[in-house]
């Protein structure tokens, strides 16, 4: 829609639509609320993540410091646009509705629900609960390309 809008010509354009805004908490609630059940929860603290962003051991310290500016300074969504280079898009096309988070979740939990791998039995937890993977998980590189 946006890549032959000769309104973003030159200009940053940006996707955030109102329903989408949503925090970590308020997304896995969301989820919870998709699949019936209550996932586990850690709390981590600015502090802890603080403290280990200064340890300098790679790559922890850089996670702790790249989640710290994410969740707690919220450097995704705290920002205002207002260079004449930004522009939103649902102030391009403010007759098109965009597809919720929700809407999303909705399409994924049928998938996993179809899935008999998928679907165990139901995971009770209280927030003073901390889940221990039983596995160790995989390492995968992710890489970004700007152009």
């Known amino acids: 829609m946006s890549i032959d809008d000769d309104r973003t010509l030159n200009k940053t354009v940006h996707f955030q639509p109102p329903s989408n ?25 600015e502090q802890d993540l603080l403290q280990r962003a200064q340890e300098m051991r790679i790559p922890q310290s850089v996670v702790a410091a790249i989640t710290h500016d994410i969740f707690i300074n919220g450097c995704q969504i705290n920002f205002s646009l207002d260079k004449t280079t930004d522009v939103e898009i649902c102030s391009l096309y403010p007759n098109t509705s965009f597809r919720t988070i929700a809407e999303c979740f909705d399409d994924f939990a049928k998938k996993i629900s179809d899935n008999e ?21 995989e390492a995968l590189a992710i890489t970004a390309i700007c152009t």
């Open 21 to 45: 805004l949503l925090n970590m908490n308020e997304m896995a609630s969301l989820w919870e609320t998709k699949i019936g059940r209550v996932l586990p929860r850690v709390t981590i603290t």
């Open 117 to 137: 791998k998928a679907v165990s039995k139901p995971v009770t937890a209280s927030n003073t609960d901390i889940f221990v993977p039983t596995a160790k998980p």
